[in-house]
């Protein structure tokens, strides 16, 4: 997807960027990494998921005290049923109270597998789809800027080659709409948006804007 987002970006500079395609065409920029960043939306959508993820955490913490009793249980009822100190029957019935545990301990053990798959997933489609509709709303507020300004070309600064080099090398900021923007998006923003902590989330899936 990277690779194709700067091939795009290549074809259309040098279509636009033709001595005829110049004289008509008005370029603009924008800082979309900036954009989604500080986008109050985005800090929004930063909190949810860390609620979603800290209240996962807390259940399968949950699930693996519960797995780590029943393990300890097991183990001790395994050993009674090896302890010849003990009478025949009295190791017989620890022995089947022991096979009776294994088998809730590995039920338990799945339990808490298919749990944390299924949250795992949970969390990821949150994440790609609150940074969906985040990116959706920002482009359609550069559109409209844009098209009031009458610009015909948007190009976004912070956009970087498969190479990981800036796709524009340079610009003046002349015509840079990042600001006009950020502050037409955050119009309406709450006065005061919490901060996540630092969580285990891996940031760049809901961070980057830089690969689809």
Do not use: C, W
């Not at 009793?69 to 090896?82: E, F, I, R, S, V």
């Not at 998006?185 to 005061?192: E, I, S, T, W």
Request: negative net charge; aromatic residues 4%.
């Amino acid at each position: 997807m990277k690779i194709l987002r700067t091939t795009i970006l290549t074809v259309t500079l040098l279509a636009f960027l033709s001595v005829p395609a110049l004289a008509q065409t008005r370029i603009a920029t924008v800082d979309l990494s900036k954009l989604f960043d500080n986008f109050y939306k985005t800090k929004l959508a930063r909190v949810s998921i860390q609620e979603t993820f800290e209240q996962f955490e807390k259940e399968d913490k949950g699930m693996r005290d519960d797995l780590q009793k029943a393990d300890d249980d097991y183990k001790q009822l395994l050993d009674k049923a090896n302890d010849m100190a003990l009478s025949d029957d009295e190791r017989s019935k620890n022995q089947q109270a022991a096979d009776a545990k294994l088998k809730d301990l590995q039920n338990q053990k799945a339990t808490m597998v298919q749990f944390e798959s299924e949250n795992q997933t949970r969390l990821a489609e949150k994440r790609k789809q609150m940074r969906a509709d985040i990116l959706k709303e920002i482009q359609a507020a550069v559109t409209a800027k844009a098209q009031a300004a009458g610009y015909s070309l948007v190009l976004d600064t912070a956009a970087e080659t498969v190479n990981g080099t800036p796709a524009i090398v340079y610009s003046n900021n002349e015509n840079d709409l990042t600001d006009a923007v950020l502050t037409q998006l955050n119009v309406g923003a709450p006065a005061n948006i919490p901060a996540p902590a630092p969580t285990q989330i891996p940031a760049p899936s809901l961070m980057d804007t830089n690969t689809p």
